[in-house]
């Protein structure tokens, strides 16, 4: 959602777009953080405590957004960027392994459903904030998500918890020729080529959308939409992204996870050398496709990890897979900044499509013991 807030928190505190869109970067690599260190911590204390910690933070960092002044305004990096990215990559980790152990026999499906609301808040939030900016300020809007973030995310941690030792749904037999039968620690995942393959794949899959994420709606403006288009456009990659989440990892379930992968890999690729000439409808086009890629990328490969290393240790395996996710958030903002000449991002979608074709490499290179199972 940081594309609506971008432009009102930039006029805020004096800043150009630049430092602002960093601001993106940072809650996105902060995430990642959030990621390990919620998926290490609900392995041991269970999700409730994690969920209800990462809550705190969430709202915490959106209300002390609140009180950032012109005078200070790196503070955002730490208000924004550090708390309340660090709180939502805990609270997302523990849904999402939460989720996966309540339906081993739905994983992909299940994982869907959890980072598809994850995507889909961008659908509810992102006109909100839009108005919500435009008639109270930026200071006042922080500090109603904040409180609001705060209450209801608080609430909800309350009900989270893991099923009891042994859980199996009525009728599933789990079948013992899958890797996944084995349960991965950290320490021995990180010794295998599936890890990196991972990784890495995750990390050259998504370049696009992080180029995209920041500078949507001023790049939106520049191919011919109006604000209220832009804006709209908004809430269109986050429809876009909620479905992506949803029916990939539902496809993955029976086409297999590799295949699901190559096929978001070669949506985003052509998505993107699109993107070099598009205008108006059809940028409007690749920027959903771009967004359903992002999305998809999310379920698929959390229910990859799952199968390739267990549910057991499913937090902190996940979130590490996810520094691939980070890296790519933090790097591909940067440099094409560098590459961005007279407002053209030709040489950034030259490069982030041949990062997809070698996520597709890499993808081809995986074991994939989903497949296997059948």
């Not at 985003?268 to 959903?288: D, K, Q, R």
């Amino acid at each position: 959602m940081w594309s609506v807030f971008r432009g009102p928190v930039a006029a805020h505190l004096n800043w150009d777009m630049g430092a602002a869109s960093l601001t993106s970067s940072v809650m996105l690599f902060t995430f990642v953080f959030g990621l390990i260190l919620g998926g290490y911590a609900q392995d041991k204390l269970g999700p409730q405590k994690v969920t209800l910690t990462g809550s705190i933070l969430i709202g915490a960092g959106m209300i002390l957004t609140a009180f950032v002044t012109e005078s200070l305004p790196w503070l955002i990096y730490v208000t924004y960027g550090i708390i309340a990215g660090f709180g939502v990559g805990a609270v997302y980790m523990c849904s999402v392994a939460t989720m996966q152990k309540w339906f081993p026999d739905k994983r992909g499906f299940a994982s869907g459903m959890i980072v598809c609301s994850f995507g889909f808040s961008l659908v509810v939030f992102a006109p909100l904030a839009n108005i919500m900016l435009s008639n109270l300020g930026v200071s006042a809007t922080f500090l109603i998500f904040g409180i609001s973030f705060l209450i209801v995310c608080t609430a909800c941690s309350l009900l989270i918890k893991n099923p009891p030792p042994g859980y199996l749904p009525a009728g599933f037999t789990p079948i013992k020729a899958t890797s996944s039968n084995r349960q991965f620690s950290p320490k021995e995942m990180i010794k295998t080529k599936q890890f990196y393959l991972l990784l890495f794949g995750i990390l050259f899959t998504l370049p696009s959308y992080f180029i995209l994420n920041p500078v949507f709606l001023s790049l939106g403006t520049v191919r011919g939409l109006s604000t209220e288009l832009a804006v709209f456009g908004v809430v269109l990659t986050g429809i876009s992204s909620a479905v992506g989440r949803l029916t990939v990892s539902w496809v993955s379930d029976k086409i297999g996870r590799k295949a699901a992968m190559i096929s978001i890999s070669v949506i985003i690729l052509c998505a993107t050398l699109l993107m070099i000439g598009s205008e108006s409808i059809l940028f409007l086009l690749c920027i959903m496709l771009i967004s359903f890629g992002f999305g998809g990328s999310a379920s698929v490969y959390s229910a990859m990890t799952a199968d390739s290393f267990g549910t057991k240790y499913g937090g902190t395996n996940f979130g590490l897979i996810m520094i691939g996710f980070g890296v790519s958030a933090l790097i591909f903002p940067m440099i094409s900044n560098r590459l961005t000449i007279g407002g053209s991002f030709t040489s950034s979608f030259i490069l982030a499509s041949a990062t997809c074709v070698v996520a597709i490499i890499l993808v081809l290179l995986m074991d994939d013991p989903h497949k296997k199972s059948k």
